[in-house]
């Protein structure tokens, strides 16, 4: 038998992590393709109070 993995993270332990925590997220899911989840995960992190967020550093790459 096949087990259906869930992919929709945990909103409200999510809700709980620094925004810097958040970020590193975003970006490791875009690395690995999971775009939509990506989203989502940026959808919390606006929902943070402004002096909450991290300043998320530009990465330029060559």
Do not use: C, F, H, Y
């Not at 999971?34 to 060559?62: C, G």
Request: charged share 30%.
């Amino acid at each position: 038998m096949v087990e259906k993995v869930e992919t929709q993270p945990n909103l409200d332990t999510l809700e709980t992590s620094t925004s810097a925590d958040l970020i590193k997220l975003i970006r490791k899911l875009r690395w690995i393709g999971l775009e939509e989840e990506a989203r989502q995960l940026q959808v919390v992190l606006s929902r943070l109070p402004p002096e909450e967020r991290a300043v998320a550093p530009s990465i330029q790459a060559d």
